[in-house]
């Protein structure tokens, strides 16, 4: 039995169609495996900035924020200032160094082939270890978005979380399996507007049904004050605001975020880019945090419409919508969601495919496989990589921030100080990227699952994982000989050519 009205549903199907319509015509534009997996390195500074930030923001932007505001109170807000903060300083410092290293070594196409090409890695142990960190870390990445993708189904269908997940998934699956590269980059254009329309959008109309914002904050405070103070009357100490905060180090080792730098058409086209892409983040980040808060209100003054919500806090965006919205608009912004959810879902499991493909297959089975045979194994680990993170989101009290907070923990800390030092440093060698790999990971899982889950300590993994991983690569790589000269003339001719570029 469907929980919603027709209108709904027919708006939702329309933007399924859509993006499925999409990917076939991607496919007639995917010729070679280069196509398949970066594009053939064309974007433009629009679709460059708003594939980085729809990849960016995933379902949690429209389900774990909110969810997490509604929950705890402005003091959740500092995840929102870490992640402007980080994604100004990876656009301003990161893009144009790697836009231009990965073009001057070897043409790479993945992480794991620019790492390997950095430092000239002919035993591929750089390249195996990064694909590795890459494989396990995305596998829970991409389970955060089944997750929000099956609650999505569930509330709009009525359908089992079991059926759920399996219907949220095929779509993403289905466009970015056929048009690769060119099918995610084109729909996150589509996408990243349709969340911006939905997080400007809903505001005004939680405004208009709780007497606006004084009238709002009066009901905020009259149920708890401590939702409406950033510190929460001390309970969020030093240690809180760094763990919030240090969300900003996550940017530096995202595949999926750093993956749009490497395929813009020119690293002239990146300021453009950045000032298109921040300005789209801090809107959509604005609006999330602003639904999630005055959430409260509508539902302090609406307690018997508050049971969804009361049961699962992630949910409240989506009440909020089937609440207050006419029935079509409602269907067009429950697609956003889900957009969210594509958005980044479709950009993970292409880079997963694009590393067993390129990194594994043809790296250790097949090295003079063709252009259509890569495409093919690609589209084959798209499906692969796709049924194993709907294994792991099986279990129905998922939580999407929970997820998505360990994956970006990991990426953050295994590759983003081996990403900044490799850019910048060098003196770096491939023996220093390895145990700053090998030791920001490690970290990672040893705070999650000892210090935090069994000592209950209240720092993010992220912090010690970060430290860990640049202090190894610094150590290993001064304890080691240095890089060749051939290295080292790379890296110098890519910073003076930086340098004449204004980078």
Same mark, same amino acid.
């Given at each position: 039995m469907?929980?919603?009205?027709?209108?709904?549903?027919?708006?939702?199907?329309?933007?399924?169609?859509?993006?499925?319509?999409?990917?076939?015509?991607?496919?007639?534009?995917?010729?070679?495996?280069?196509?398949?997996?970066?594009?053939?390195?064309s974007l433009g500074p629009g679709v460059t900035a708003l594939s980085a930030g729809a990849s960016d923001m995933s379902g949690w932007l429209l389900m774990g924020l909110p969810g997490a505001i509604f929950l705890s109170g402005l003091s959740e807000a500092w995840i929102g200032v870490g992640l402007i903060l980080g994604a100004y300083l990876n656009w301003?410092?990161?893009?144009?160094?790697?836009?231009?290293?990965?073009?001057?070594?070897?043409?790479a196409l993945t992480l794991p082939d620019f790492f390997t090409n950095r430092f000239d890695d002919r035993s591929r142990v750089l390249r195996? =270890?990064?694909?590795?960190? /890459? *494989? $396990?870390? #995305?596998?829970?990445?991409?389970?955060?978005?089944?997750?929000?993708? %099956? +609650?999505?189904?569930?509330?709009?269908?009525?359908m089992t979380y079991a059926q759920a997940m399996w219907w949220g998934a095929s779509v993403t699956v289905l466009y970015?399996?056929?048009?690769?590269?060119?099918?995610?980059?084109?729909?996150?254009?589509?996408?990243?507007?349709?969340?911006?329309?939905?997080?400007?959008?809903?505001?005004?109309?939680?405004?208009?049904?709780?007497?606006?914002?004084?009238?709002?904050?009066?009901?905020i405070r009259a149920n708890d004050p401590l939702q409406l103070d950033w510190f929460r009357g001390g309970q969020v100490g030093f240690i809180g605001i760094v763990s919030l905060l240090a969300w900003a180090l996550g940017y =530096?080792?995202?595949?999926? /975020? *750093? $993956?749009? #730098?490497?395929?813009?058409?020119?690293?002239?086209?990146?300021?453009? %880019? +950045?000032?298109?892409?921040?300005s789209w983040m801090i809107l959509c980040l604005a609006g999330s945090v602003i639904v999630g808060f005055f959430g409260i209100a509508y539902f302090e003054a609406?307690?018997?419409?508050?049971?969804?919500?009361?049961?699962?806090?992630?949910?409240?965006?989506?009440?909020?919508?089937?609440?207050l919205f006419n029935?079509?608009?409602?269907?067009?912004?429950?697609?956003?969601?889900?957009?969210?959810?594509?958005?980044?879902?479709?950009?993970?499991?292409?880079?997963?495919?694009?590393v067993l493909a390129e990194d594994f297959y043809r790296g250790f089975l097949r090295k003079n496989a063709s252009q259509g045979e890569l495409v093919w194994v690609g589209r084959a680990a798209v499906l692969l990589i796709a049924l194993v993170a709907i294994w792991m989101a099986s279990d129905p009290d998922s939580r999407v921030l929970g997820l998505v907070s360990y994956a970006w923990a990991?990426?953050?800390?295994?590759f983003g100080p081996v990403l900044l030092l490799a850019l910048f440093w060098q003196r770096m060698t491939r023996d220093g990227a390895v145990a700053g790999m090998i030791a920001g990971a490690v970290m990672v899982i040893f705070w999650k699952e000892i210090m935090v889950n069994r000592m209950g300590s209240e720092l993010y993994e992220m912090v010690p994982g970060f430290l860990a991983g640049g202090a190894a690569t610094i150590l290993v790589s001064l304890l080691g000989r240095a890089p060749s000269a051939e290295v080292q003339a790379t890296h110098a001719q890519v910073r003076a050519s930086l340098r004449e570029t204004g980078h």
């Amino acid at each position: 039995m469907l929980r919603t009205n027709t209108p709904t549903i027919v708006m939702f199907l329309v933007y399924l169609a859509a993006m499925v319509a999409i990917g076939f015509a991607a496919w007639r534009s995917t010729k070679n495996f280069d196509d398949y997996i970066l594009g053939g390195r064309s974007l433009g500074p629009g679709v460059t900035a708003l594939s980085a930030g729809a990849s960016d923001m995933s379902g949690w932007l429209l389900m774990g924020l909110p969810g997490a505001i509604f929950l705890s109170g402005l003091s959740e807000a500092w995840i929102g200032v870490g992640l402007i903060l980080g994604a100004y300083l990876n656009w301003r410092f990161v893009a144009g160094p790697l836009r231009v290293y990965t073009e001057r070594t070897g043409n790479a196409l993945t992480l794991p082939d620019f790492f390997t090409n950095r430092f000239d890695d002919r035993s591929r142990v750089l390249r195996i =270890f990064t694909a590795v960190v /890459i *494989l $396990v870390f #995305f596998a829970i990445y991409c389970a955060s978005g089944v997750v929000a993708g %099956a +609650r999505l189904f569930e509330n709009v269908f009525g359908m089992t979380y079991a059926q759920a997940m399996w219907w949220g998934a095929s779509v993403t699956v289905l466009y970015t399996l056929v048009g690769g590269f060119l099918a995610v980059s084109w729909t996150d254009v589509a996408q990243g507007m349709l969340m911006l329309f939905a997080l400007l959008l809903a505001p005004v109309l939680v405004f208009m049904h709780t007497g606006g914002f004084d009238a709002s904050v009066e009901l905020i405070r009259a149920n708890d004050p401590l939702q409406l103070d950033w510190f929460r009357g001390g309970q969020v100490g030093f240690i809180g605001i760094v763990s919030l905060l240090a969300w900003a180090l996550g940017y =530096f080792g995202q595949p999926h /975020i *750093l $993956v749009r #730098f490497m395929a813009a058409q020119s690293v002239e086209t990146i300021p453009a %880019a +950045r000032r298109i892409g921040m300005s789209w983040m801090i809107l959509c980040l604005a609006g999330s945090v602003i639904v999630g808060f005055f959430g409260i209100a509508y539902f302090e003054a609406n307690p018997g419409q508050a049971g969804p919500v009361l049961d699962n806090p992630e949910r409240v965006f989506i009440t909020l919508v089937e609440l207050l919205f006419n029935p079509w608009v409602a269907g067009l912004i429950l697609a956003a969601i889900l957009a969210a959810v594509m958005s980044t879902l479709s950009s993970q499991l292409l880079v997963c495919s694009s590393v067993l493909a390129e990194d594994f297959y043809r790296g250790f089975l097949r090295k003079n496989a063709s252009q259509g045979e890569l495409v093919w194994v690609g589209r084959a680990a798209v499906l692969l990589i796709a049924l194993v993170a709907i294994w792991m989101a099986s279990d129905p009290d998922s939580r999407v921030l929970g997820l998505v907070s360990y994956a970006w923990a990991g990426f953050g800390s295994a590759f983003g100080p081996v990403l900044l030092l490799a850019l910048f440093w060098q003196r770096m060698t491939r023996d220093g990227a390895v145990a700053g790999m090998i030791a920001g990971a490690v970290m990672v899982i040893f705070w999650k699952e000892i210090m935090v889950n069994r000592m209950g300590s209240e720092l993010y993994e992220m912090v010690p994982g970060f430290l860990a991983g640049g202090a190894a690569t610094i150590l290993v790589s001064l304890l080691g000989r240095a890089p060749s000269a051939e290295v080292q003339a790379t890296h110098a001719q890519v910073r003076a050519s930086l340098r004449e570029t204004g980078h």
